[in-house]
Each structure stands twice: as structure tokens, then as C-alpha cells.
């Protein structure tokens, strides 16, 4: 089956600073990769997603980026904010009623 | 509109009693699937109901653990006996076959404590 890293397990960075998530998986299948920010007593939600047939995709202040031949895939977060403080999932999904694949998140911590 | 939602938000049990929690999907989304979460872990599947019917059910750790889903829409996970290992966030998540199927909504979750 499907098997995702995530590194690294902790982030810490200043206010203002870039945060670099990143997430490899094994299955050349998979074609759907979601990003989830978990809030402290909060379920998971949605921020970015990107599919396989592009290779980037950005949404104000984060972006997803894809290297399917190398199989791994990032979060990109600019200009971090204390509220950027959760911690981050990513996934990867062969899509449609497959389940997907979890990382086992990253925990970042923004300083002010 | 709404969200999906779980209750209760928090439950505090005795090891060996039963315990049921419930998930309300988004209306009309059609998969949901439950999860746990340990404590700083990741997220573990247990169960992948679409529709009234579960084709996976691969991540139930042991068969004090069952779910049910009714009117394709509210499911309930019950836990038997439940052991201290038994405490963790659960999750559940719905998906719309309508849209891109594997985007997942997810509750807020039911913390559970087995004392």
C-alpha cells in the first residue's frame, strides 16, 4: 500500500520567515496530494490540494508544489503569522473512493 | 453551510464500558470515513462508509470496535469494553461524490479518556 513521510516532525521559525513542509509517498498511483492545517482541539482542514497533472499551485501566501517523477511533494508557507502556528498534514490518494494516506504532520511553530 | 459534527465533543468513560459516538455529515455527502488520532500522532483510519454500506472497514483495530450508518447520512462508532489504549481524538470526515471525491470535511472531533 501507499506509504507517506512528512518532515520534519517539528518546525520553528520567526514571524515573517518562509516554512518549507515536506512529503514523499511510494505509490506512482496516487494522483491527488491534500494539505491539512489541525488547530489546537480542532479537526483537520483543507488549505491546499494539487493533483497530478500540475506541478504547482499557489494560494495567496502558501503553495503546493509536485515532482512526480522524484515522488515527493511541498508546502510552502511565505511571510508566516503567529495564527500559521498548527500543526500539518499532508496526504496523498489515488483518488476518487480510495482513502487516502496520511503524514504524520508536522507541528509548526510561528514566534512573533 | 454546515459543517460536520460530532458529539459529544468530549467523553470521559471507565475502561470496560461501551461507548458511542456520533458523526453528522455535511448534507448530502455521500462517503464519511472515522479516524483516530492519538495523542501528537498522525491520523489512522478505521472505517469508509459509502452510502449506508462500509467497503472498508480494514483499520478497525479489533472487534470491540463497529460502526453503523443510517439514512446515508448520520453514522455512529461504537466502542465495546473499551480499554485505556481506547483513548484518543476520534474524527470524522465527509466527501461529496459531486465534486472531487477525495476532498475530505472533517468534524471536530470526540475526544475520548478511558480511565
Known amino acids: 500500500g501507499e506509504n507517506v513521510e512528512q518532515h520534519p516532525s517539528t518546525l520553528s521559525v520567526q514571524e515573517g520567515d518562509s516554512a518549507v513542509i515536506k512529503c514523499t509517498y511510494s505509490d506512482s498511483a496516487s494522483n491527488y496530494f491534500p494539505w491539512y492545517k489541525q488547530e489546537l482541539g480542532k479537526g483537520p482542514q483543507l488549505i491546499i490540494d494539487?493533483?497530478?497533472?500540475?506541478g504547482e499551485k499557489k494560494d495567496q501566501r502558501i503553495a503546493v508544489t509536485l515532482n512526480k517523477t522524484a515522488k515527493h511533494f511541498s508546502l510552502h508557507i511565505t511571510e508566516t503569522q503567529p495564527e500559521d502556528s498548527a500543526v500539518y498534514f499532508c496526504a496523498a490518494s489515488k483518488g476518487g473512493s480510495y482513502i487516502p494516506t496520511f503524514g504524520r504532520g508536522t507541528s509548526l511553530i510561528v514566534h512573533p | 453551510g454546515a459543517g460536520v459534527s460530532q458529539s459529544p465533543s468530549n467523553k470521559v468513560t471507565e475502561k470496560g464500558k461501551d461507548v458511542e459516538l456520533r458523526c453528522d455529515p455535511i448534507s448530502g455527502h455521500t462517503a464519511l470515513y472515522w479516524y483516530r488520532q492519538r495523542l501528537g500522532q498522525g491520523l489512522e483510519f478505521l472505517i469508509y462508509?459509502?452510502?449506508?454500506?462500509?467497503?472498508?472497514k480494514s483499520g478497525l483495530p479489533s472487534d470491540r470496535f463497529s460502526a453503523e450508518r443510517t439514512g446515508e447520512s448520520v453514522s455512529t462508532l461504537t466502542i465495546q469494553r473499551t480499554q485505556q489504549e481506547d483513548s484518543a481524538v476520534y474524527l470524522c470526515?465527509?466527501?461529496?461524490?459531486?465534486?472531487?471525491?477525495?476532498?475530505?470535511?472533517f468534524g471536530p472531533g470526540t475526544r475520548l479518556l478511558v480511565l
Open positions: 494539487i493533483r497530478s497533472n500540475v
Open positions: 462508509f459509502q452510502g449506508n454500506s462500509a467497503p472498508d
Open positions: 470526515a465527509s466527501s461529496d461524490p459531486g465534486r472531487p471525491q477525495e476532498t475530505q470535511y
